[in-house]
């Protein structure tokens, strides 16, 4: 999975009623299998490259590629299927705690989704749930949000797509959350593309080795 060449040309983005571009002549390129991490402040842009990257907007001015081929013309539902996508608040539906892990998912196995959750250090905490993997996540059944993370995370792996996107995936977590994910994401983004923004650069400073 060592995935595609991806290149921004001089991108702006101005998002309607805005006077201040939310992106202003951006340009990288990254390679098959590289890591790249984006740190700034709130505001810099860092959450609009991924916004572009999932087709979620597109340029006001500048070029996107994907091996030498303009973002725009890929198919979208194939390109999103190219990505892993790690949020910062991830979402959880109501539905089973198998359903969640699988989501994007829906050929692989029960035994797949389980060895995806033994990998994201998961099965611990899926095992203490009143149902374990058939257990209904709902307001009466509310995970931490480092456990929500790792659910998340076991999606992830299950999808095994070559590009992996982190938006700030240990914000808001306490120490020993984030620890617990931060050995987890070495893990998920061995062998894999991996874009990562963040505020801070020790955020990442565990996670770009490949």
């Known amino acids: 999975m060592k995935g595609y060449r991806v290149v921004f040309d001089q991108v702006t983005v101005h998002y309607p009623g805005m006077e201040r571009a939310a992106l202003s002549e951006f340009s990288m390129i990254m390679e098959p299998g590289e890591k790249v991490a984006i740190v700034g402040p709130t505001g810099a842009g860092k959450s609009t490259v991924l916004d572009l990257l999932q087709g979620f907007i597109k340029p006001t001015a500048g070029n996107i590629t994907v091996d030498g081929i303009p973002l725009e013309q890929l198919a979208l539902r194939w390109w999103r299927e190219q990505l892993a996508v790690l949020a ?122 490949s």
Do not use: C, W
């Not at 959350?177 to 931060?182: G, L």
């Open 88 to 209: 910062q608040e991830p979402h959880l539906f109501y539905g089973t705690v198998m359903a969640n892990i699988r989501l994007g998912s829906a050929e692989a196995s029960d035994a797949a989704v389980i060895k995806a959750a033994q990998a994201a250090q998961a099965d611990g905490f899926i095992g203490q749930l009143p149902q374990q993997y058939e257990t209904v996540l709902s307001e009466s059944v509310q995970l931490s949000g480092g456990q929500a993370q790792r659910i998340a995370m076991a999606r992830a792996m299950l999808r095994k797509s070559p590009l992996f996107l982190l938006d700030e995936p240990t914000s808001g977590l306490d120490l020993a959350n984030e620890a617990a994910v931060t050995a987890t994401m070495e893990q998920l983004t061995a062998g894999r593309m991996a874009l990562m923004v963040a505020h801070r650069l020790k955020t990442f400073r565990m996670r770009i080795a």
